[in-house]
């Protein structure tokens, strides 16, 4: 769910298409599936952070205004300051950071700003008892956090005039949790830890700590021993006694005392575990931050004008394309569909998979393979690989047109996943594959014309791979029935199961009897809404019109080919009927669109917590998708809206005064979208030439980039550290981090922080490529020269210049450290462009380098690593990436199969692991590629997660050596900005909701009065 703006694009969006191919201003959602050329899933054009209704920037920092000053006693001699003066202090500092929490062991950015001055020296106390200082202007640093815990991070700023900033005025805690090895070695107790009786206590005050074993150690044999406390500060605080407590006690409390002569600042104490199995002990930590003079309350807050209503104002020009889950694909859309359809299972706030507890019961009862299932009905509901759901009995369709309400059934879950699955194999932006490929065996494109390739959609197959009310799976006590799937028919075991259920694109559950009654009766011969459980007589080429009517090039929702739109429903694009805690009251299409409360919703009644609510706040949400941001700034400046949009260009002007008057907060999400450039293997000389200005003239070969120097030499000639401080980050607030490989930043563990991505600025990494390509002499030595440059077009999006600024210092780069040997032309054309180009043939791609992105439709490394690595896929089809780098000379560039037979893992490691550790070579680089792809295939369907991990891990590795894309333009940070009586951290900050820029209504809470 990306935004589809190129970086520095401030003129659209904060919602924007998924994987559609639409517009700039309407951009595509994630990713593509199934390794096949012709699955074109989703290009996304670069995403632009804007601070939007939809998931923004977590600010850790004061917005109190300049004048909550204090004057100091002592002088500042600050050699900058004109001579010796009275030193101020002015808490007006902020500290943002692109996520509200993280996990131990990763990575964390924060940058830090001012309302007056300039910056000279910034000290960040991160309340672990590290400090990092750094100099200069661009207040920004890393840090990673090694243990759990709630931490207070505090900055101190001297400027240029030697006054001192800090956030003294507000601190916010920055919650960490365990990391992924941490969780699955299993011999740990997970735990957490409150400052029970206040947050901030002055110098010679008590407070109480509470240390709470959340759980203890899932391993067996394992048990707590002991739990305690330790202050890290010295004398400056002490403990009360006693402050350990063996036995396997679940809770312990202490009494820590701050010094008389303490400072104001942050002071931590650590909460521990010890556990042990008699042999082996293993410990846990939890780290508490003690606020001494630090204000960690918000500044007083305004109440809502319309309290229960929600205006927001987002700057997506044109609008959604379309309100029907089974074919809408961009985030516009999404965003209607998620608060009015329901899912079987929802994710659980911002865990997303793949364990059943990352998910919490939406249509469903409970989730397959949780404890609840068991509690309820005796079994977990997931055997092997069938999936059961039984159907909520409270839930209940709702048609704001006739006001009346049907329960739902099993038939209707059918009858959903049966039109999603009838569309999966459309290649022009539609969500079927992404359920569809885990129930679907693979097809043949041979085949009835190929519209059951690559998966086999026929009747048949879909109707045996969804069965409803199975007595052998369905419990008896299940009043509305259940709907179990087969996910071993498609041939494989998917473990990201779940994942794909959760989505509410393809995902999302129509009324059967409403649908059918609106047009897809005649798209769906043979098939009714009563309650038997197999359809039958229904032929395997009988819903092929649809097929042919979707099918075509340009077709969607207009008509303009194959069959008439009403074969599929055009009424179903904006008309909504479904069982979400919203209906649809209104909608214009383009233009706006509101959503109230379903009158006959009753929640999840359950005891257990992640229910879906009963009751919220907020009843009646307005939403102007704007062409412009001037409306919604007004709205905010006037204290009318709730929330709205505020694009870069804006942030000094409005964003920011706004904060520090604290008007307004904002929120990050993280965002999973990326974005990066593509090297095509083997690209069209004459086509390419077509797109140089009038007087150059190309004399690159078309297998320049085959050459593997080269490409290092280009990956590491770009200048990271600079753009993602001139560029990536606006007035202190980043937009996008720096990352690497194919698996975004903050997916699960499988991003691979054990590789050294280039994130520097060029110089002494790319020269040893530049000599490399030298002394190789192959096809870069032999085509670039000094004397006679090797020229090319670089392919970027018309209408982005901060973009055409970014890539305009790359190639300066390339120039300079290649001495004028290679000469790559910027050149900006339409974003649709790109992607039609990027699907052409091997050997027919006109682009030699060009720029596109991808985000998610589910949040696994399947989503990304098959489109962007595997053979013949999304990009590496018309990238001719495996015929470029000479393998399977044997077998061609079909996919890989993978090794695991039927998801049972024989614990094994392929024999291409060596090459993590192995020296890549242009000789030897299709034998890397080989191996790369092989751990792919089998790291999909591993079942052992802590293996599959390690498997992606590995192919990472061979990637990095590979050079195969540079990621320059950075994964998106997805944010909010919200009137300041909105609980910021009440937006959906889960990775694939919020952070693709979209909003669920029923979560959102106001800030107590």
């Known amino acids: 769910m990306a935004a589809s703006t190129p970086p520095g694009d401030t003129t659209s969006q904060s919602a924007a298409p998924k994987d559609d191919f639409l517009a700039p201003s309407k951009a595509p959602k994630g990713g593509g ?109 890393q840090h990673t956090y090694t243990g759990p815990g709630s931490y207070y991070v505090f900055v101190s700023i001297k400027d240029t005039s030697g006054n001192t900033h800090d956030n003294l005025n507000k601190v916010i805690p920055f919650k960490v949790g365990p990391s992924f090895e941490q969780v699955q070695a299993g011999t740990i107790a997970i735990l957490s830890g409150a400052n029970v009786t206040s947050d901030n206590v002055k110098a010679g005050g008590t407070v109480t700590l509470q240390g709470v074993v959340q759980s203890p150690p899932s391993q067996a044999g394992w048990a707590v021993s002991k739990v305690g406390f330790v202050s890290t500060n010295g004398t400056a605080v002490s403990l009360s006694s006693p402050s350990s407590f063996s036995g396997n006690t679940s809770s312990a409390q202490v009494t820590a005392t701050v010094g008389s002569t303490a400072a104001n600042g942050v002071y931590s104490v650590v909460f521990y575990a010890n556990s042990t199995n008699g042999v082996t002990t293993a410990n846990s930590t939890f780290t508490m931050a003690i606020g001494v003079g630090v204000v960690v309350q918000p500044l007083p807050i305004a109440k809502s004008p319309h309290p229960g209503t929600m205006d927001v104002y987002y700057l997506v020009p044109g609008g959604s394309f379309s309100e029907d889950p089974g074919v809408d694909y961009e985030t516009a859309g999404y965003e209607p569909i998620v608060n009015v359809f329901q899912t079987l299972i929802s994710y659980n706030g911002s865990l997303a998979g793949p364990y059943p507890t990352d998910y919490v019961p939406n249509l469903a009862t409970c989730v397959p393979g949780s404890s609840l299932c068991t509690q309820l009905y005796g079994n977990t509901l997931q055997s092997g690989d069938n999936y059961t759901f039984v159907i909520n009995p409270n839930a209940e369709f709702y048609n704001p047109s006739t006001k009346s309400s049907a329960n739902v059934f099993p038939m209707d879950v059918l009858f959903s996943y049966v039109r999603t699955c009838m569309f999966a194999d459309f290649p022009y932006g539609n969500p079927g594959w992404i359920q569809c490929q885990s129930l679907l065996p693979y097809g043949s494109s041979s085949y009835d014309s190929g519209l059951h390739y690559p998966y086999n959609s026929t009747p048949t197959n879909i109707l045996n791979a969804i069965q409803i009310n199975n007595s052998a799976f369905c419990p008896s006590s299940a009043t509305n029935g259940c709907v179990t799937f087969d996910t071993q028919y498609s041939g494989n075991y998917w473990p990201d199961f779940l994942e794909f259920v959760a989505d509410p694109l393809g995902g999302g559950i129509l009324d059967c009897n409403y649908a059918m009654s609106v047009g897809m009766s005649s798209a769906m011969p043979g098939f009714s809404c009563g309650s038997h459980t197999d359809p039958t007589g229904i032929g395997d080429t009988a819903w092929d019109g649809v097929s042919l009517g979707m099918g075509s090039a340009g077709s969607d929702y207009s008509g303009t080919s194959g069959q008439p739109v009403a074969n599929w429903a055009n009424t179903l694009r904006w008309s909504m009927v479904g069982s979400g805690p919203y209906y649809l009251a209104s909608l214009t299409p383009g233009t706006s669109y509101t959503v109230m409360t379903n009158p006959d919703w009753k929640g999840t009644t359950c005891s257990w917590s992640g229910c879906l609510p009963t009751t919220f706040p907020v009843n009646t949400v307005n939403v102007v998708w704007e062409a412009s941001a001037t409306q919604g700034e007004a709205a905010l400046e006037n204290g009318q809206a709730d929330i709205a949009t505020v694009p870069p260009t804006d942030f000094s002007s409005v964003l920011l005064p706004l904060l520090h008057g604290g008007k307004v907060g904002i929120t990050s999400a993280p965002g999973l979208s990326v974005f990066f450039t593509n090297f095509d293997m083997s690209f069209n000389p004459v086509a390419a030439q077509s797109y140089l200005p009038a007087g150059t003239t190309l004399n690159a070969p078309a297998t320049l980039f085959q050459d593997l120097a080269f490409r290092q030499f280009l990956v590491h000639a770009f200048p990271y550290a600079t753009v993602q401080s001139q560029y990536n980050t606006v007035d202190g607030i980043p937009l996008y981090q720096l990352y690497g490989g194919a698996i975004p930043i903050g997916m699960g563990n499988y991003y691979p922080n054990n590789i050294s991505w280039d994130m520097s600025d060029p110089g002494s990494g790319a020269s040893p490529w530049w000599a490399a390509v030298q002394s190789e002499n192959g096809i870069a030595a032999k085509a670039c020269l000094p004397s006679k440059p090797c020229v090319f077009p670089f392919l970027s999006y018309a209408g982005a210049p901060l973009q055409d600024e970014v890539n305009g210092a790359w190639v300066t780069e390339i120039t300079k450290l290649s001495g004028g040997a290679v000469d790559a032309v910027p050149v900006d054309i339409p974003f649709i462009n790109l992607v039609i180009n990027s699907f052409a043939a091997p050997g027919q791609n006109p682009m030699p380098m060009y720029e596109l992105g991808w985000a998610p439709d589910y949040p696994d490394p399947t989503d990304y690593v098959n489109p962007i690595y595997m053979p013949d896929s999304t990009y590496t089809y018309g990238d001719a990436l495996c015929e470029g780098l000479g393998m399977f000379t044997t077998m061609g560039c079909a996919p890989h199969t993978s090794n695991l037979a039927a998801g049972n893992y024989d614990g094994a490691l392929p024999a291409g692991w060596v090459w993590t550790n192995a020296t890549v070579t242009t000789a030897t680089q299709g034998t890397a590629y080989t191996t790369m792809t092989t751990l792919l295939a089998d790291a999909a369907f591993d079942t052992n997660l802590q293996q599959r991990a390690l498997l992606y891990n590995a192919a990472e590795h061979i990637a990095q050596q590979l050079g195969i894309f540079v990621p320059n333009s950075g994964q998106a940070i997805a944010g909010w900005t919200t009137a300041s009586w909105i609980v910021g951290s009440s937006m959906n900050l889960n990775p694939t909701i919020g952070g693709g820029g979209d909003s669920t209504w029923y979560t959102v809470q106001y800030v107590a009065s």
């Open 33 to 141: 599936g199934g390794g096949s050329k012709t699955l074109i899933g989703v290009i996304i054009l670069v995403v632009v952070m804007v601070i939007a209704g939809a998931g923004t920037y977590f600010a850790l920092g004061g917005f109190a205004p300049a004048t909550s000053t204090t004057t100091t006693s002592g002088t500042d001699c600050h050699s900058n300051a004109g001579g010796c003066k009275q030193s101020v202090t002015y808490h007006d500092a902020s500290i943002f950071s692109p996520f509200t929490s993280a996990s131990a062991l990763s990575p964390v950015s924060f940058t830090a700003t001012i309302l007056t001055g300039v910056i000279e020296t910034s000290t960040f106390y991160f309340g672990d008892g590290t400090t990092t200082v750094v100099q200069g202007t661009n207040a920004n640093v």
